[in-house]
């Protein structure tokens, strides 16, 4: 409470501190121009997306960090059916180091996860790599805390 007090104490002066200056010598103080509502644009929220809690694509650190270089996480997900979906392909891009525009192509265009990995990568077992991508996935859209 007292640090608050301080605190508000500092402002006041603070703010108080031109007039002080103004009424002593009115000839060195230059008037200061008004801020205007042009001198900042406001951002574009199409631009931006925004982080919210109910919004589990932007903001998601975990799965941000698994995203392709040059691409927003809200651009890799997009065509999925579900964020879950789209985490799954991410991993298993990167478990199984195939392109994820490749995986994506693949999913949104309608094959299943299981089918882009057998075509993307013949050599892989795909079930239990799509199995482990969806439990990371799943990992990964558990809420923090």
């Known amino acids: ?3 608050t007090i301080t605190l508000l104490s500092i402002a006041a002066a603070l703010s108080l501190a031109p007039l002080s200056v103004a009424g002593a010598n009115p000839s060195t103080v230059q008037p200061q121009p008004a801020p205007t509502a042009e001198a900042a644009p406001a951002p ?3 631009a931006q997306p925004r982080a919210d809690a109910s919004d589990p694509v932007s903001g998601n650190t975990r799965l941000a ?9 809200r651009e890799a997900c997009t065509g999925f059916k579900d964020v879950s979906e789209c985490s799954a392909a991410l991993h298993v891009a990167q478990n199984l180091n195939i392109a994820f ?8 265009g309608g094959q299943t996860l299981e089918a882009a990995v ?3 990568k013949p050599s892989a077992n795909a079930s239990i ?3 482990r991508a969806q439990q990371q996935a799943s990992e990964d859209l558990r809420p923090v805390g």
Do not use: F, N, Q
Request: charged letters at 25%; aromatic letters at 0%.
């Open 129 to 131: 790599e799509v199995h």
């Open 1 to 3: 409470m007292k640090g």
């Open 118 to 120: 057998h075509a993307l």
């Open 65 to 73: 960090a698994l995203v392709p270089a040059g691409m927003t996480t």
């Open 101 to 108: 525009p490749d995986v994506r192509e693949r999913v949104v």
């Open 44 to 46: 574009d929220p199409s």
